[in-house]
């Protein structure tokens, strides 16, 4: 597959996820995951695999040293060869807008106007799964459509209002929205994955830009392949739909199931994430360890059970980890007892203290946050 023919732009959430203090820090996309990765890997890892060495990442002004200091030079996506381009781009307007300035479509002109590309795809960050964009962008071609989405389908447990519930007829064609209200069924849900014939949508991006209040590209997308007669192209793999706390969790949760963690991770292509030289992590003898996952340079001298523990931790003696995500550099002092809980980076968790959410209702103790005494909720 020619590098040249296709352009890709990442989007920033427009879901709105209810995520606390997780993304106070930080955007969606670089929220770590699964104690190595972060959210942004899956979308930079499928484009990656699919050939596609030209991005243009959109993203708020707010908070984003995290996304440079995670993407660098791009060198495991393959995007810091001299055929290759990475760009990022920001907008001002909140989160919770639908609309944007002029600056906004400018940008992203310029960019599909230099690319000379053929199809551009469009990928969101708030959308966890690992998929073949070979397969789709064939069948995208091999149907001659202007635009094609990607769909998975979904329990009304697990969407939000904020998702793009789909009517898909049996040629495979968009013809409606859906209403998951209406059944128990699963339905249709948008995973905002479109290829998208590059010409086209500039000219739809043009007339959206003229407009006194443009909206986000993806607002953009989601109606056009409601009046445009999309192609629907059916994801059967692994996926996960982060709009909250609740659902983040419950992903990480997921990849302590060998099979989801499999479909995930292992299935057709790799994901690639930024590399880091460190010594593997330390099992003291009187470590307890089960069905738990671990990143390099971490000490376990406690108890850990069906959790993710990222890189460089300290579990100390007699404190126990239980059905808990441990992000980098958190401290468990000795002692200690932590379940169902999300712990951000540098966290120190004093000696004796007991932390406790629970399984529909995580406790999330954000990046800074002091411990002085037990936290239940």
């Given at each position: 597959?020619?590098?040249?023919?296709?352009?890709?732009?990442?989007?920033?959430?427009?879901?709105?996820?209810?995520?606390?203090?997780?993304?106070?820090?930080?955007?969606?996309?670089?929220?770590?995951?699964?104690?190595?990765?972060?959210?942004?890997?899956?979308?930079?890892?499928?484009?990656?695999?699919?050939?596609?060495?030209?991005?243009?990442?959109?993203?708020?002004?707010?908070?984003?040293?995290?996304?440079?200091?995670?993407?660098?030079?791009?060198?495991?996506?393959?995007?810091?060869?001299?055929?290759?381009?990475?760009?990022?781009?920001?907008?001002?307007?909140?989160?919770?807008?639908?609309?944007?300035?002029?600056?906004?479509?400018?940008?992203?002109?310029?960019?599909?106007?230099?690319?000379?590309?053929?199809?551009?795809?469009?990928?969101?960050?708030?959308?966890?799964?690992?998929?073949?964009?070979?397969?789709?962008?064939?069948?995208?071609?091999?149907?001659?459509?202007?635009?094609?989405?990607?769909y998975k389908k979904m329990l009304k447990a697990d969407?939000?209002?904020?998702?793009?519930?789909?009517?898909?007829?049996?040629?495979?064609?968009?013809?409606?929205?859906?209403?998951?209200?209406?059944?128990?069924e699963p339905v249709p849900m948008s995973a905002d994955?479109?290829?998208?014939?590059?010409?086209?949508?500039?000219?739809?991006?043009?007339?959206?830009?003229?407009?006194?209040?443009?909206?986000?590209?993806?607002?953009?997308?989601?109606?056009?392949?409601?009046?445009?007669?999309?192609?629907?192209?059916?994801?059967?793999?692994?996926?996960?739909?982060?709009?909250?706390?609740?659902?983040?969790?419950?992903?990480?949760?997921?990849?302590?199931?060998?099979?989801?963690?499999?479909?995930?991770?292992?299935?057709?292509?790799?994901?690639?994430?930024?590399?880091?030289?460190?010594?593997?992590?330390?099992?003291?003898?009187?470590?307890?360890?089960?069905?738990?996952?671990?990143?390099?340079?971490?000490?376990?001298?406690?108890?850990?059970?069906?959790?993710?523990?990222?890189?460089?931790?300290?579990?100390?003696?007699?404190?126990?980890?239980?059905?808990?995500?441990?992000?980098?550099?958190?401290?468990?002092?000795?002692?200690?007892?932590?379940?169902?809980?999300?712990?951000?980076?540098?966290?120190?968790?004093?000696?004796?203290?007991?932390?406790?959410?629970?399984?529909?209702?995580?406790?999330?103790?954000?990046?800074?946050?002091?411990?002085?005494?037990?936290?239940?909720?």
């Open positions: 597959m020619k590098s040249d023919k296709y352009t890709a732009i990442l989007g920033n959430t427009v879901g709105y996820p209810d995520m606390g203090a997780l993304t106070a820090n930080r955007p969606l996309a670089s929220l770590p995951f699964d104690g190595k990765y972060r959210l942004i890997d899956f979308q930079l890892s499928s484009l990656a695999n699919a050939g596609v060495r030209s991005i243009y990442g959109i993203f708020r002004g707010q908070n984003i040293r995290s996304v440079f200091d995670h993407i660098r030079s791009g060198r495991e996506w393959g995007l810091n060869t001299l055929l290759s381009h990475y760009f990022l781009g920001f907008y001002n307007t909140s989160d919770e807008s639908e609309f944007v300035d002029a600056d906004y479509y400018e940008q992203i002109l310029n960019y599909l106007k230099r690319s000379g590309s053929d199809q551009t795809i469009y990928m969101s960050c708030d959308i966890l799964c690992n998929i073949n964009l070979q397969q789709v962008i064939h069948l995208h071609n091999a149907n001659k459509r202007q635009i094609t989405v990607v969407c939000s209002p904020a998702n793009e519930l789909l009517a898909v007829d049996e040629t495979d064609a968009v013809v409606g929205k859906a209403d998951i209200d209406k059944t128990d994955i479109y290829v998208v014939n590059t010409s086209w949508l500039i000219t739809k991006m043009e007339e959206e830009a003229s407009k006194e209040n443009p909206r986000k590209i993806r607002h953009l997308l989601r109606e056009l392949i409601l009046t445009d007669g999309a192609l629907a192209f059916e994801h059967t793999g692994y996926l996960s739909n982060i709009c909250s706390v609740d659902s983040y969790y419950k992903a990480n949760m997921d990849m302590l199931d060998p099979q989801k963690f499999y479909a995930l991770f292992y299935g057709n292509q790799k994901v690639y994430t930024k590399v880091k030289n460190e010594e593997s992590t330390y099992f003291a003898t009187e470590s307890i360890v089960k069905n738990s996952q671990f990143a390099s340079g971490s000490v376990i001298q406690g108890q850990v059970e069906h959790s993710i523990v990222s890189r460089s931790c300290q579990v100390h003696e007699e404190s126990k980890v239980y059905k808990s995500v441990l992000f980098p550099k958190v401290s468990v002092g000795k002692g200690a007892s932590i379940a169902y809980a999300i712990i951000d980076k540098g966290v120190a968790i004093p000696e004796g203290v007991t932390l406790k959410g629970s399984p529909d209702n995580p406790l999330v103790i954000g990046k800074g946050q002091k411990i002085t005494g037990d936290i239940i909720q």
